[in-house]
C-alpha cells in the first residue's frame, strides 16, 4: 500500500517563498505521473502543476513563472517550489499520484493536504 504525506505549508507573507514537500512511502511497481493540486474555501480543486515520471511538467497559468515543480523518482518524492506568493495562492495543497501496484492495479491517490496561507 502506497500512501502520501505532504508537508511544509504554513503562513507566509505576501512576496514571500515556500517549499512544499510530499513523500510517497510504501511499495509500489511504479509511480507515475504526480501533480500538486490546490483548493481554496469555496472553491473547486485545481490543478497547480504536475510532473510525468520523466519530467516533463505544466502548469496553472495562475503559478506559471512563479511556482517549480520538481521530484527525485529515487526517493519517491515530490516538491512545489513556491515564490512570489500572493494572497490568492491560499488553500490547502493536495500531492497527487498515479501508482501501479506490486500486482498490476492502477490507483490514483491523494495525500491528506497542507494548509498555505498567504496574509500579511
Known amino acids: 500500500q502506497v500512501h502520501l504525506v505532504e508537508s511544509g505549508g504554513g503562513l507566509v507573507q505576501p512576496g514571500g517563498s515556500l517549499r512544499l514537500s510530499c513523500a510517497a512511502s510504501?511499495?509500489?511497481?511504479?509511480?507515475?505521473?504526480m501533480g500538486w493540486y490546490r483548493q481554496a474555501p469555496g472553491k473547486e480543486r485545481e490543478l497547480v502543476a504536475a510532473?510525468?515520471?520523466?519530467?516533463?511538467?505544466n502548469y496553472a497559468d495562475s503559478v506559471k513563472g512563479r511556482f517549480t515543480i520538481s521530484r527525485d523518482n529515487a526517493k519517491n518524492s515530490l516538491y512545489l517550489q513556491m515564490n512570489s506568493l500572493k494572497p490568492e495562492d491560499t488553500a490547502f495543497y493536495y500531492c497527487?499520484?498515479?501508482?501501479?501496484?506490486?500486482?498490476?492495479?492502477?490507483?490514483?491517490?491523494w495525500g491528506q493536504g497542507t494548509l498555505l496561507t498567504v496574509s500579511s
Open positions: 497527487h499520484a498515479r501508482v501501479v501496484t506490486l500486482d498490476y492495479r492502477n490507483l490514483e491517490l
Open positions: 510504501g511499495i509500489a511497481r511504479s509511480i507515475n505521473d
Open positions: 510532473s510525468s515520471r520523466n519530467g516533463n511538467t
